[in-house]
Nanobody, 123 residues
Framework: VQLVESGGGSVQAGGSLRLSCAAS?????MAWFRQAPGKARERVAVIYTDSSRAYYADPVKGRFTISQDIAKKTLFLQMNSLEPEDTAMYYC????????????????????WGQGTQVTVSS
């Protein structure tokens, strides 16, 4: 599965951005991760593509929404009320049905990754 992100950019605190991720094929689950300089990679949100059941990291609950366009095999991340702490490289990730860990698990390491898109939030 090939993944291509788009939609990153620079925004002031309180603003919004929408990230997109186009997938080349079927994925059992898809997710957005982010990594800020000097910090560990963090899973932001994950969605099961068949059910659209979604899970969010605590720092983004109520502000970010993960969604999908199944027909277009595209994943989205709507980010509202952005904060400087949201500044990071955002990566789209995906996986197939057979994995060692559930996609909502902190131990899950996706097999497929996009190249990343930068999000910068200024105060």
């Amino acid at each position: 599965v090939q993944l291509v992100e788009s939609g990153g950019g620079s925004v002031q605190a309180g603003g919004s951005l929408r990230l997109s991720c186009a997938a080349s094929g079927y994925s059992y689950c898809m997710a957005w991760f982010r990594q800020a300089p000097g910090k560990a990679r963090e899973r932001v949100a994950v969605i099961y593509t068949d059910s659209s059941r979604a899970y969010y990291a605590d720092p983004v609950k109520g502000r970010f929404t993960i969604s999908q366009d199944i027909a277009k095999k595209t994943l989205f991340l709507q980010m509202n009320s952005l904060e400087p702490e949201d500044t990071a490289m955002y990566y789209c990730a995906a996986d197939l049905p057979f994995r060692q860990y559930p996609c909502y698990s902190d131990s899950w390491s996706p097999n497929y990754w996009g190249q990343g898109t930068q999000v910068t939030v200024s105060s």
